[in-house]
Antibody, heavy 122, light 107 residues
Framework: QVQLVESGGGVVQPGGSLRLSCEAS????????MHWVRQAPGQGLEWVAF????????YYAASVKGRFTISRDNSKNTLFLQMNSLRAEDTAVYYC???????????????WGQGTLVTVSS | DIQMTQSPSSLSASIGDRVTITCQAS??????LNWYQQKPGKAPNLLIY???NLETGVPSRFSGSGSGTDFTFTISSLQPEDIATYYC?????????FGGGTKVQIK
């Protein structure tokens, strides 16, 4: 079945940058939109960003707009999240998630990675 | 943003009980509503999409209903493996939002 493996998490100082990756396999990556969703320690889920299958259309949560950039490399089956100007409130486990696809509006997360922890602290 | 109000925030029930969780949207979202299960230390897992469609491989004791602003998620007979936190999530627009979660425990 679908496999999604995140990497790139770690500890970073406030104001710093980090780039997350999500390597996809066992499905046709280039045919599906992809999301990043995060979860602060002990808290609920928060959608972060979405990118269409072709990479041309991108959408962001208001809390990260202008600081985070979602991108993808379909030749390498990899999704990215570039995170700049990081704040303490960005501390969370970051999950990549595959969109259900077909003709529906984007927004059904039908497969998830195991997550990577980002800690923003001095 | 569309606010999703989920209740209760936690519940305790016995094995075999019927469990019901509600989710209310701050505006009409048609049937653009999903339910996820998250076990401790694990990623969430899609159970129900489009308010009432059971995801492939998900046991039939899970079900969902509703449209517009009011939605219900039901476990018809609670099993030990159902101990988890459950989240609703709307996708009426691309400011996707989740409910606050319901932690289900065994009494």
């Amino acid at each position: 079945q679908v496999q999604l493996v995140e990497s790139g998490g770690g500890v970073v100082q406030p104001g710093g940058s980090l780039r997350l990756s999500c390597e996809a396999s066992r499905f046709t990556f280039s045919s599906y939109g992809m999301h990043w969703v995060r979860q602060a320690p002990g808290q609920g889920l928060e959608w972060v960003a979405f990118i269409h299958y072709g990479g041309n259309n991108k959408y962001y949560a208001a809390s990260v707009k202008g600081r985070f950039t979602i991108s993808r490399d379909n030749s390498k089956n990899t999704l990215f999240l570039q995170m700049n100007s990081l704040r303490a409130e960005d501390t969370a486990v970051y999950y990549c998630a595959k969109d259900f696809g077909d003709t529906r509006l984007p927004g059904i997360f039908d497969s998830w990675g195991q997550g990577t922890l980002v800690t923003v602290s001095s | 943003d569309i606010q999703m109000t989920q209740s209760p925030s936690s519940l305790s029930a016995s094995i075999g009980d019927r469990v019901t969780i509600t989710c209310q949207a701050s505006q009409d979202i048609s049937n653009c509503l999903n339910w996820y299960q998250q076990k401790p230390g694990k990623a969430p897992n899609l159970l129900i999409y489009d308010a009432s469609n059971l995801e492939t491989g998900v046991p039939s004791r899970f079900s969902g209903s509703g449209s517009g602003t009011d939605f219900t998620f039901t476990i018809s007979s609670l099993q030990p493996e159902d101990i988890a936190t459950y989240y609703c999530q709307q996708y009426d627009n691309l400011e996707l939002t989740f409910g606050g979660g319901t932690k289900v425990q065994i009494k």
